[in-house]
């Protein structure tokens, strides 16, 4: 591998250098060049030049701007309801019950459930007397 | 700085400004040439004005560069959203014979190794050594820091000189 000293590099880049002044265009050419493609601009589109000094210029940037951002509220919203409101055909825990659950309705299970009183019969609770015995 | 005054300074650095350009436009000269003309619409419609900051030359090697960034976007957009079919279907241009012949002269190979390095070391390299500037005023040119500037020439420095020592035993 040979390393070049400075030198040779600057040597080759004047090199470079000497070549492209050869080359290049004047600076009369390239500015005249640039005020001809000017007016020939300004003169294929004269009406659109027109149009736009005559109405007003839109800010198109800031309304795309202000249409995504509406969108993506849009979005987010619609996704957060969705998310809140309960599903058909999933009911909540809470509420569920099992369809067996009939079966640990035992017989009697109404007197279990009850703290028993003295003077009074559990047959009162099981059979409502009370009419009778008033009348 | 008057629109007169303005051309003198132009055309004194014509020649300087259009190796930058070609640097600046991946040696494409009708895009340099572009490019340049932008440049010297824009500098005298007063679009971009010099405040003295800098040397005159600096600042204007800083706005080829912008610009020469700037339509690089454009076209890479324009490519992407209207030309890529047609661009695709475009024939490779055939080299000429006259090209054959350049293609192996010593400049290209400056050239092809300057292609090869990233492109913050080629832009230093390019100031420095064709265009004469100071390590600072690149930096200023590139928009980075001395610092910054200085490594990118340290490491450019050392990977052309090495491309250039292989190419020179090939």
Redesign the interface.
């Known amino acids: 591998?040979?390393?070049?000293d400075?030198n040779e590099?600057?040597r080759?880049?004047a090199?470079?250098?000497d070549?492209?002044?050869e080359?290049?265009?004047?600076?009369a050419q390239?500015?005249g060049?640039?005020?001809t493609?000017?007016t020939t601009r300004a003169q294929e589109s004269p009406d659109k030049h027109a149009w736009s000094a005559r109405r007003p210029r839109l800010r198109v940037r800031p309304l795309a701007i202000a249409a995504a951002a509406a969108v993506l509220i849009v979005a987010v919203w619609m996704a957060r309801e969705r998310s809140l409101s309960p599903r058909e055909g999933n009911p909540e825990i809470a509420t569920w019950r099992a369809p067996t659950d009939v079966l640990l309705d035992t017989p009697g299970s109404e007197l279990l459930g009850t703290m028993p009183a003295l003077g009074e019969s559990v047959l009162d609770k099981m059979i409502p007397t009370y009419s009778l015995r008033g009348s | 700085m008057d629109e007169v005054e303005l051309?003198c300074h132009?055309?004194r650095t014509?020649?300087d400004c259009?190796?930058w350009a070609?640097a600046c436009c991946s040696r494409d000269?009708d895009h340099a040439?572009e490019v340049?003309?932008?440049v010297?619409?824009t500098v005298?419609d007063g679009r971009a004005r010099y405040d003295g900051r800098s040397t005159f030359r600096t600042w204007l090697f800083g706005v080829i560069r912008l610009t020469a960034a700037s339509e690089r976007r454009k076209a890479w957009l324009r490519g992407l959203l209207l030309e890529r079919k047609a661009r695709d279907v475009r024939p490779e241009p055939i080299a000429s014979p006259d090209a054959e012949v350049e293609r192996d002269s010593?400049?290209n190979v400056?050239?092809r190794a300057l292609a090869d390095l990233a492109a913050r070391q080629r832009e230093v390299?390019?100031l420095v050594?064709?265009h004469d500037l100071t390590v600072e005023e690149a930096a200023n040119v590139m928009g980075v820091s001395v610092g910054s500037a200085r490594t990118h020439y340290a490491r450019g420095?050392?990977r052309?000189?090495?491309l250039?020592?292989?190419g020179?035993?090939l």
């Open positions: 591998m040979t390393m070049m400075e590099l600057r080759r880049f090199e470079l250098r070549t492209d002044r080359s290049a265009p004047t600076f390239t500015y060049r640039a005020r493609d000017r | 051309r132009l055309e014509h020649a259009f190796g070609m000269r040439e340049l003309q932008t010297y619409l005298l010593r400049g400056l050239r390299l390019q050594f064709y420095k050392a052309l000189a090495t250039l020592g292989n020179k035993e």
